[in-house]
């Protein structure tokens, strides 16, 4: 049994309330603001810590060769990304703090914090790699690894190196059994053939038919996603885009409820990063306009490009072109309903 | 005196909560969440009804041929300015509802509403002529009035065509007197020109001393935006724009409060709306991806390029890359002071 | 096919946007800040109104004799009531905007409501009635009754008599199926009773020995809420708790993810719902201080009684006195966790 | 000169990153929420940090003898306490991701905290203690201090020895000058005596003249407030009481602008820190239910009566209960128009 807990200790308070030392310290008058400046920082990155602490947790469980259904598994990572984006809502919001921090304010320390910058948050970049940002997708990607130290890239680079959350979600997509042979479908009558299963043979018609003239180019684009050989800069198979699109289709089946709810928290977690660049973004203009950031980037234009292009997410968020009315889905055969159901309704 | 008033007449909810009447009405069973769709889209209308009366009580105050300082008059814009403020953060909050609508949802029913879009709100456009966006800055032009009825266009053109917010901010800010003439400004002694009051060419020489080598070109961009004639795109003067950085730079002074925190309230509505279009552009992405919206646009492109284009205030959010420490900021004249300064404190 | 459907047509704008008749018209100028009120408790209303067919749309699903497991019903269930608690975040954040009107702004126009009053929102009082308030445990009943026209009285009334959600929760909970008999529960040996199962026996016992001493008396409220006939002020019965216990404890399980969730969004539609009582507490406190309440209460008295009073799913918030630590569990027969299982992995 | 700068240092990271050690450790599982758990308390006592950086800078500015109202020292003030306001509303926002850890999730190491616990936080104390919350006015002033070490304990009553910022208010608010003398009052016929300024004879008949019939108590009060010797558990003086009643009925004069400002600011404040320690109740409430909480109170009785008792700025808000409408306000003379304008216009 532990010895009595007392809050100050198991906090570790003397060491967190005591690491805030002040570059102005040595003017005339220290900055006010400074302290803002320091403690937004660390109160950013022991958020970040916790994303990885739950990131982490879940790429553990994602790593298994299959989730086991009947165990809170998929239960376990879905609340956790779902926690994920509960804290970058906070973050996002706690902006408005910074906010109150004028240009002027500012500038009476800016100077003497160069070359150190916000573009050195190693966690937030090793956060983007382990849920799938590749580093040849990074914007400017020479000026963010000279940002930061050789261990951390290291860090990073290890991360990018190994199965990021995206892959495993393809891995776990793929692994989705209901279309590994035509047995069931008994009411779909085409053949089955490796790439087409008869069910989606059948959706690839309604989906066509669905088009209005002006989205015709969009069968070609179903083809491609659902069918083809993907090239290399996506992640997700064709297989696994089926199984994503089928889960969207279909989520009101038990099975598939999860699975649903975990392809929401992704974009969930998407948007709010999203949002955490898009606020960035507007709160370095408010601050510096046109001049350059203490890490020597003209902050905006770098934002800018970093926000158009870290979505991590998107070949999932695309698949909404993919979906046709709910009274136009094919009805599913009562051997796969039962396959989707639970237990004791079978009898 | 009024009769007696009853909450349910005052509020006139008989005709609110009986304005919503379901085109999907006609299928077999109402689509559930189209009743979503329109009560949200009511609400903004109704807020924006809002900021209307908010804004146009505004401009009648800036119309005066000049505000009295001694009057509660600019505490009263500036006190509307941020409510317009708070109305639109929670506006973007508001998003958060509509996306608890999935794709397959709103597919129930989107077909139906055909060309109905949101693009169609006259009085969001219209919000923004008055502020000051000016017809030849919107983007995609003529999309955007063909969707409007000719009364609303004609509303819109009206406003284009009066002095915006924008234009009375840019008078207002000419009419500050302190550099009329070279007066009480004893400790600067250059020469006075019509354009370059000594404070000024005192405040461009520290200003260039303060760039780093990396922003030497910034001394250029500082003659252009204060001392040049302003291309015809801009709609800040050279004077409005000397007399907005001032306001920044002494915002201390008490004369100079109010006028800052109309400076910080402009540049708050500008981040809100900002934020209300990148919110609106994330949601219909997820919503119907790369599909037609039911106004006809590829709704993803054309929000993206609004959203770029359509900051009302940002020659007011530029102003920021001219500042420098206050540490190294001028000292007034003591004449000056007084004149910024309360009444009973000069005896 | 509809006709083509026009954005402004659609919306009703022409009824929405001119329902706002000033009373303080009536005055030499009218009170800028009326227009505010009018609108905001518009805005209320029509988001009470959105509330009212999510809520009626559950409570249909949930007056099926039987709730289908294997359909999307408990999911629409959960996703409808989430998607209530969402707008509810939204109408408390909404009061940021009403505070941004000052009491001496509301002077301007107070006397001209009356009686009109808050009390007066018939839509609110139902959408407790259909939640499961109960008349009887509403603070100042007579005074609630007064405020209302006796067709919107009479509307309550009838939701009062009909089953509320809080009945068909408990409903429901009481056909949780497992403990019907001791078949399958072949781990636990005690022998089966009317009212002790021997799972619930072992649980008990474990529940006892976690008791820390000051705890002790829980022993007593354990009998009493899970195994005694309950007072009629309580709706839930000992079953319907047991029920609801075992979805907290054994959540992990697939067929328990979806009335796991309904349990959390039953408590947080009850955390906005006291949130908006209290935030609504302190604005009117800064509003009107000691005075009277348009509606002719001493207002913050009146919503503070009501808030204290008004919980409504407080019987499902008490529960967690009585969990245990997931590790001193006891383990699920085999037999029963295939029945809270996926069929498919039967095999 | 400082030297190069890095992010990772100047944070201090190495500490702040290194500060959590999970007692759950010790089992064969750490229990995966316990980070969760430790990181959002450290960050809330982080910003307790920044809280307790703002309120003693502005305790600093308002011991000075007098304020002076030519400088910026009262724009500061206000501006730190909106900073203030805002980081509180962000606090109040961050409960939602603790509320993402169950009760289930909580148990799995609620027993290892014992006696650790929420009310051990001597900065959140402290914080109370120098904006103005007295000893004796605390609930369970015994179980508070048993909770705290002695050096905290030590800290928290040399706070309460001190003038607070409550205190600091009624000095401030008593040392307003436009009623030291009955000069320049010309219009105000009334004798002046020590109690009694003609004003506020004109004043108080005009508030008693708009009481409605049930408010007629409220005249008794109003000599209470504002011309008697107030009970020595009020902080402010009945002088302090008119000055702040003033700057509330004529804020639109410029030299009211900020003081008006600052009344708001300490009001959004309590109002931030009300909001606090609600959702904190209903958060331990749902989490703990009737259980006694890891530092030996049963969690929400304490809150309960701690939130009811702890609003530190009441006697502010209770002012708004001595308003009249504006247009029944008695018009200022001239002299004293001027002297609470600005002094160019003077001329």
Chains 1, 2, 3, 4 share one sequence.
Request: hydrophobic share 40%.
């Amino acid at each position: 049994m532990n010895e009595a807990v007392h809050y100050h200790d198991y906090l570790q308070l003397d060491k967190i309330l005591n690491a805030q030392q002040l570059e102005s310290r040595s003017l005339n008058e220290a900055a006010h603001d400074e302290m803002l400046f320091i403690i937004i920082h660390q109160t950013y990155e022991l958020w970040f810590k916790q994303l990885h602490h739950e990131v982490d947790s879940v790429l553990q469980i994602m790593r298994k060769p299959s989730l086991n259904d009947n165990s809170p598994e998929l239960q376990t990572v879905v609340h956790r990304l779902n926690r994920m984006a509960v804290i970058l809502r906070v973050l996002v919001h706690q902006i408005d703090i910074l906010e109150t921090m004028t240009p002027m304010d500012f500038l009476d320390f800016r100077d003497l914090l160069r070359p150190a910058s916000g573009f050195q948050s190693w966690q937030f970049k090793l956060l983007e790699a382990k849920l799938g940002l590749k580093f040849e997708h990074r914007h400017a990607q020479e000026y963010y690894t000279s940002q930061l130290r050789h261990e951390h890239v290291d860090l990073i680079k290890k991360a990018e190196g190994e199965q990021s959350f995206l892959q495993l979600m393809n891995g776990w997509l793929e692994r989705m059994p209901f279309f590994d042979s035509t047995q069931g479908w008994t009411t779909f009558s085409n053949a089955y053939t490796e790439n087409e299963h008869p069910f989606w043979t059948e959706y690839k018609a309604r989906y066509k038919h669905s088009l209005a003239e002006a989205e015709k180019h969009n069968a070609a684009l179903f083809e491609e996603v659902f069918f083809q050989q993907r090239p290399s800069h996506y992640t997700f198979s064709a297989k696994a885009n089926r199984a994503a699109l089928f889960i969207m289709l279909y989520r009101g089946y038990p099975m598939l409820h999860q699975p649903f709810q975990l392809l929401n928290a992704v974009l969930e977690i998407d948007e709010q990063l999203s949002a955490w660049r898009h606020r960035h973004l507007n709160m370095v203009h408010r601050m510096i306009g046109t001049r350059i950031g203490t890490g020597g980037s003209t902050g905006k234009d770098y934002l800018q490009a970093a926000a158009d292009k870290h979505y991590i997410f998107k070949e999932i968020a695309q698949l909404t072109s993919f979906l046709i009315e709910r009274r136009k889905l094919p009805q599913l055969p009562k051997a796969i309903e039962v396959q989707l159901g639970f237990a004791r309704n079978e009898s």
